[in-house]
Structure formats: structure tokens, C-alpha cells
């Protein structure tokens, strides 16, 4: 069974820092894309940030390049997200999330139950 355990998330002031996790088990974690999404309050699912099975190949969407970094620490099955310079449109709860097949960008497919993150001053 697939599991997504995402923590981090809080309560930070405008151009504050947060730095999330995400624990993952179930699968063979070093052979997956994975990504961050995202979703705010009344809103739909957005694409964050993926990352490939190795961690050598990094892509973000245009709203968080610059301020957010994603990693891997492929001995421990964990994802992070380094979030920093956080805008009030930040505000959403956060997923993370593994690709529908291994090897490749394949789309992010199963993701956990998330972590809350909220920028306000």
C-alpha cells in the first residue's frame, strides 16, 4: 500500500520560511517522479514542483521558481520542499505526490493527506 505522509506546514509571516517533508513507503520510492502540489481555499489542484527518480532533474512552475526548492533523500524514502520568501498566495495545503509510473514524468498521481501551510502577517 501506497503511503504519503507530508508534515512541515504552518503558520508564517509574508517572506517567512518553512520546509516541508514527506515520508514515503509502500513503493519502491528511488524508481518514482515526484511532485509537489498544491491546492488554496476554493481553488483547484496546482502543480508545485517535480523531481526525478535520481533527484538530478528539478522543475518548478513559474509562481514559486526562485523562492521554493524541492529534494530528495532517496536512502531515507523522503521528499522535501524548502519553502522561502512565502507570499500571502501561498496559502494552501500542500501535497506531496508520486508519479502514475516509474522512470519517468508520468503525472503525479496518488498523493497524502497534506500539510497546511498559511501565510498571513
Known amino acids: 500500500e501506497v503511503v504519503l505522509v507530508e508534515s512541515g506546514g504552518g503558520l508564517v509571516q509574508p517572506e517567512g520560511s518553512l520546509r516541508l517533508s514527506c515520508a514515503a513507503s509502500?513503493?519502491?520510492?528511488?524508481?518514482?517522479?515526484m511532485y509537489w502540489v498544491r491546492q488554496a481555499p476554493g481553488k483547484g489542484l496546482e502543480w508545485v514542483s517535480t523531481?526525478?527518480?535520481?533527484?538530478?532533474?528539478?522543475y518548478y512552475a513559474d509562481s514559486v521558481k526562485g523562492r521554493f526548492t524541492i529534494s530528495r533523500d532517496n536512502a531515507k524514502n523522503t521528499l522535501n520542499l524548502q519553502l522561502n520568501r512565502l507570499k500571502l498566495e501561498d496559502t494552501a495545503m500542500y501535497y506531496c505526490?508520486?508519479?502514475?509510473?516509474?522512470?519517468?514524468?508520468?503525472?503525479?498521481?496518488?498523493r497524502g493527506q497534506g500539510t497546511q501551510v498559511t501565510v498571513s502577517s
Open positions: 509502500g513503493f519502491p520510492f528511488t524508481i518514482y517522479f
Open positions: 505526490a508520486k508519479a502514475q509510473a516509474a522512470g519517468y514524468d508520468s503525472g503525479y498521481h496518488q
Open positions: 523531481i526525478s527518480d535520481g533527484g538530478s532533474r528539478t
